[in-house]
């Protein structure tokens, strides 16, 4: 499936209908929508509704504009049907990322329900020896299912390395990087470029995440990283100070979230997963600044601007900028780096 990005919605508050048509589609394109033209069957998208506050009043906003939203065949346009919303408020589910044999599973699904494309071709050869082709029921048998468990390991030990190795310094003499390698910035997450399609920082990006936008710092910027100042990986172990300067370039809001480096995931049941900007109850210093504690413990004092990591697992963060302003661009704004603190 590729997983590139078709188009940003919604950007400065535009609304719109996509018509989203199969690679095969040939007829005439109704008047009054935006075409996309996927070159799969299978594709999937993201929608964040982005709150002025934390209030009830503007939770209830946010969630009527969601309500708003509606999918539905062409063929029923003239009536369309009331979409179904399932509420995920305080349900726990796993949507971790399985790294063992169950991947060609879903691989050999996958190939199946899609087209070939031109660039699909050297893969599927070289997936013919382990008994995954375009038409045929995959059934390995139990030799087969241990190294394919082994190799899903191992790829999933390289795909961490190179999370860490790959990516540019936003800043030269900091720890933050932009989260992806630098052909993806380049191509707008299209991997392709005249000479070749880079198949291994594709890879190693969407290990990380899974949502890469059409247009980096049009409506959002991130910034992420793996070690402290120091130069130390960051760990669960360990208690950490970020200090945010006043004036984030961010219009609509910003926010530190914190992740799991071997899933890419949540920690499991952490209580309070990202400091904002649009809580409350975050505690500011007298010049608008921001200290964020990250750790097993929460400082005295200080809970609302605690993220909680357990001992043990090495983490990573993502600093988001929503309505990202000039001064992260020209980086007249800097983002200091993460600083271990005693506890």
Not at 5 to 27: F, M, Q, R
Not at 160 to 188: F, L, M, Q, V
Not at 250 to 260: H, I, R
Request: hydrophobic share 40%; proline share 9%.
């Amino acid at each position: 499936m590729w997983q590139v990005p078709l188009t940003d919605v919604g950007v400065g508050g535009k609304g719109g209908k996509y018509l989203i048509l199969p690679p095969d589609y040939k007829d005439e394109v109704p008047a009054g929508y935006i075409p996309l033209r996927p070159k799969t069957y299978n594709i999937y998208m993201l929608i964040r509704s982005i709150l002025a506050s934390r209030s009830e009043e503007d939770v209830r906003a946010g969630d009527a504009l969601v309500q708003q939203i509606r999918i539905y065949p062409l063929s029923q346009a003239s009536n369309p049907p009331k979409p179904r919303f399932v509420d995920m408020t305080d349900k726990l589910y796993n949507a971790v990322v399985p790294y063992d044999d169950s991947f060609y599973d879903s691989l050999a699904r996958v190939i199946n329900e899609e087209p070939v494309q031109s660039r699909d071709l050297e893969m599927l050869g070289m997936l013919l020896p382990l008994g995954i082709e375009k038409g045929k029921e995959f059934k390995p048998d139990p030799a087969t299912r241990t190294q394919l468990k082994a190799a899903a390991a191992e790829a999933h030990a390289w795909l961490i390395e190179g999370i860490i190795s790959t990516c540019e310094r936003y800043w030269p003499d900091g720890k933050w990087n932009i989260p992806a390698p630098p052909i993806a910035i380049k191509t707008e997450f299209l991997w392709e470029v005249p000479n070749y399609f880079d198949v291994d920082a594709r890879g190693i990006t969407l290990a990380s995440f899974f949502g890469p936008v059409a247009k980096l710092g049009a409506g959002s910027f991130y910034l992420n990283t793996y070690f402290d100042k120091s130069g130390g990986q960051l760990s669960g172990e360990n208690t950490y100070r970020l200090h945010v300067p006043a004036n984030v370039p961010a219009s609509e809001f910003w926010a530190l979230t914190v992740y799991d480096l071997q899933t890419a995931a949540f920690f499991l049941n952490s209580t309070h997963l990202t400091v904002d900007s649009l809580d409350k109850d975050l505690q500011k210093n007298a010049d608008g600044s921001v200290d964020i504690y990250v750790g097993p413990k929460a400082p005295t004092g200080k809970e609302s601007n605690w993220i909680y990591t357990p001992p043990g697992k090495n983490w990573y963060p993502w600093f988001r900028f929503y309505g990202p302003e000039k001064a992260i661009f020209d980086k007249t704004w800097k983002l200091p780096d993460f600083e271990m603190v005693k506890q």
